[in-house]
C-alpha cells in the first residue's frame, strides 16, 4: 500500500466538495480555507474574486468554487498548484484564465448543475475548453 500526499488546498478542496453530499465531512474552517485560496488566485490573475462575484448567488460560488478546484487539480501538476496557491505563479502563467473565467461564467448562467467531484474529468476540461 501506498499513499499520496497532498497539499492542504487539494486536502479541502476535495472534503468541501464532498460535503455537499456527505454532511459529516463538513468542516468550516477547510471551507474558508479553499475559498480564500481561491479568491487570492483570481486575485493574482487579476479577475473577481468568487467571494465578490455580484452575478453569483451563494450555490452558484460553491458550485463555481468546487469546479474551479476540480479543474486546477485535474489541469495543473501538484507543484504548480501549490505555486499558485503560493502567488507564484498566476492563472496567466499557465494560460488557463480563460478557461477559468468560462467555468465560472457557465456556472452564473446555470450551465453547468452537477457537482465538480462527480464530474468526470474529460468533461469537466472539455466544458473550460467549449
Known sequence: MSYLEVTKF???SVLTSASRI???LDDPELQTFKEKMLD??????GETPLSLRADLDE???KRSGDLLAQYLMERVNRQDLE??????????DLAITAQVERLIERCSKGEITSEAFA???ERLLAMANE
Open 119 to 121: 464530474m468526470p474529468p
Open 40 to 45: 487570492q488566485i483570481m486575485f493574482r490573475a
Open 22 to 24: 456527505y454532511t459529516i
Open 10 to 12: 487539494e486536502q479541502a
Open 59 to 61: 450555490t452558484q460560488r
Open 83 to 92: 505555486a499558485l496557491c503560493d502567488g507564484q505563479l498566476r492563472l496567466q
